[in-house]
């Protein structure tokens, strides 16, 4: 059902839910998607935009994120992370700019600074020439009424490793040998101008055609839809959507825990230092920005997603597994074939939901029971977590960890100052949980709810969890069918 509701957010997921329309009754063509664009922008007056005629590209470049694929002016491009340049249009070019506090004073100490002749006097107040400012700040410093502002973008201010610059248009442009993939921008952007590619009409092809394809859902599931929408709730709307199964990824996450936890404790005892690998944006931040730290510091063990992935492929062979979560980075993880038998597809709650609502399928409160993760597994999703069960998991095996010394950094800027320590020698801690999203995978740029409503349903969510230990859970599953480790090899004995 086409509606009015014009929100970034709603709007995007309109047009995920009317494309998984059209893949369900194989009428994805190129008609069909016209006839789909001129629905959502029926015109002759424009809603949102200048025109319709830009409306409707905007919708079309949307459409075919909606396919996995690119925009078509960035075609060659392997970034999940995508900008519509139609929809960047109505920032301003100039970061800094003179507010009506100028005071047009004779001292004018901001033309007195400025190097680049940028500056020069209008009839009332300075002017800055968006095409000579070079962006130092200068004249914002040595203004004695404050009257320039620095005008950041609110793509750019959000992006923790600076992958985002401008062009003489004032186009946003993403440097894809710095973007860590996290998505942080996409949800920042007041005008919806950049996205990820979404894999729905994959998922969608891989039912189709009959395959047993199974859900992963993030620990992070838990309290995003409230407290009466269950893990049990999600698998049962899954199933009714056609997935053949769901698993709590949060059995990944104990798994993950007890063999990081064995590499902890070596490290532990040759004094070397390590970092976690469960956050693919963090992966990207060390392999792409501190690539010494990549090879010789951070475990190698899969994430939680891979290695439910590999027991799901072990156990049902030929199966295809799609991880469901609030993460855009696990698209890019997904995406790395350096890494054998990862997740074939990820998914984020937003377009799960788009999938669900193509089907006519809602989330509703079910009777039965589902648990197949310990309560630490589950802790994987909050800041902390990660290193709570590793260690739980080393008290497990009755190892002393009295003097553990652990760094805990949720955001960017925690991760890149711990990541600088240990780059020069200078980190006193043993060991780095780095998730780049802020309060962790529960605060990731595609949740459902806001961080306060997650944590109050989760808290009553997983109260209900018993208390079965990780090493004992464990026990029921057969890791010595699959590997742990990020290159796919076994140990021996397994």
């Not at 629905?39 to 424009?46: L, S, V, W």
């Not at 004032?170 to 040998?177: A, L, P, Q, W, Y």
């Not at 951070?298 to 469901?324: D, E, I, N, W």
Request: proline share 5%.
């Amino acid at each position: 059902m086409i509606t009015n509701d014009y929100g970034i957010v709603s709007f995007k997921h309109q047009i995920m839910e009317e494309v998984c329309r059209l893949a369900w009754a194989d009428k994805l063509d190129s008609e069909n998607i016209d006839k789909l664009v001129y629905e959502i922008i029926p015109g002759p007056k424009p809603s949102y935009r200048c025109c319709i005629y830009k409306e409707r590209e905007i919708v079309r470049q949307r459409i075919r994120l909606a396919c996995a694929k690119n925009p078509v002016y960035n075609l060659e491009s392997d970034n999940v992370v995508q900008v519509i340049d139609p929809a960047c249009d109505d920032c301003p070019i100039s970061a800094y700019s003179v507010t009506d506090n100028c005071r047009f004073c004779l001292g004018k100490a901001c033309l007195n600074t400025c190097k680049f002749g940028a500056i020069h006097p209008g009839d009332t107040r300075m002017h800055i020439d968006p095409a000579k400012c070079k962006e130092c700040g200068m004249c914002a410093k040595v203004c004695p009424y404050q009257a320039i502002v620095h005008l950041e973008r609110p793509c750019k201010k959000a992006c923790p490793v600076d992958a985002i610059s401008y062009d003489e248009y004032g186009f946003c442009k993403i440097d894809e040998d710095k973007c860590v993939q996290c998505g942080h921008c996409i949800h920042n952007c007041p005008f919806g101008a950049i996205g990820s590619k979404t894999y729905l009409v994959n998922v969608i092809e891989e039912i189709k055609a009959g395959k047993e394809v199974i859900a992963m859902c993030a620990p992070a599931t838990e309290g995003q839809f409230g407290e009466k929408i269950t893990m049990a709730s999600v698998r049962a709307a899954l199933k009714e959507v056609g997935f053949s199964d769901m698993v709590e990824v949060g059995l990944g996450a104990d798994m993950t825990a007890a063999y990081e936890s064995e590499e902890w404790s070596e490290a532990k005892k040759e004094g070397r230092k390590m970092t976690t690998s469960c956050c693919p944006a963090f992966i990207n931040m060390l392999r792409k920005q501190y690539p010494d730290i990549f090879e010789n510091n951070m475990s190698q063990t899969v994430s939680p997603m891979c290695a439910v992935s590999r027991y799901l492929k072990a156990t049902h062979p030929g199966c295809v597994t799609v991880f469901v979560g609030p993460c855009i980075a696990k698209k890019s993880e997904s995406n790395d074939k350096s890494v054998p038998d990862n997740a074939d597809y990820a998914v984020t709650y937003g377009e799960i939901r788009a999938l669900m609502r193509s089907k006519d399928v809602e989330l509703v409160p079910v009777e039965e029971e589902y648990q197949e993760a310990s309560s630490w597994g589950k802790g994987f999703a909050s800041s902390g977590g990660v290193a709570a069960a590793v260690v739980h998991c080393m008290q497990e095996r009755g190892e002393d960890v009295s003097d553990i010394k652990l760094l805990k950094c949720a955001g960017g800027k925690e991760c890149k100052r711990a990541l600088l320590l240990l780059k020069n020698g200078k980190l006193n801690e043993d060991f780095i949980e780095g998730m780049v999203c802020p309060d962790g995978c529960v605060g990731g740029p595609s949740k459902h709810k806001t961080e306060t409503e997650i944590t109050k349903a989760r808290k009553a969510l997983l109260a209900q969890a018993d208390d079965r230990s990780i090493l004992e859970n464990l026990k029921n599953y057969p890791m010595d069918k699959f590997s742990m480790y990020r290159d796919g090899h076994m140990e021996e004995g397994e």
